[in-house]
């Protein structure tokens, strides 16, 4: 279920990929995947916020910050959206599969 749907939302458009990472977690894998765009946190997160279900989904955007977390639970799997700002002009967004 959220496996096909983080495949549709996990690249936020014109991010450039950093890297990715898997590890064990629970008897599961825990996918990492780092990008880079050039486009302000509250642009990186309203995108996400549109394609992520309302049902199931957590936003958390600290007053005041240059941040944000986006958590979406299917009952199986959990998708997690960190975007923050990174010195300078860019924005770091990390999406973890559990």
Do not use: C, W
């Not at 898997?22 to 486009?39: G, N």
Request: proline share 4%.
């Amino acid at each position: 279920m959220l496996g096909d749907a983080a495949k549709e939302i996990a690249v936020y458009p014109g991010a450039r990929f950093i890297t990715a990472h898997s590890v064990p977690a629970d008897r599961r894998m825990r996918i990492v995947l780092l990008f880079e765009s050039h486009d302000a946190v509250s642009r990186v997160l309203d995108d996400y916020k549109s394609k992520i279900p309302d049902a199931g989904g957590h936003f958390e955007t600290p007053s005041g910050s240059e941040s944000g977390h986006l958590t979406y639970e299917d009952g199986t799997r959990t998708l997690e959206i960190v975007v923050a700002a990174e010195q300078g002009t860019n924005t770091i967004i990390a999406v973890t599969l559990v």
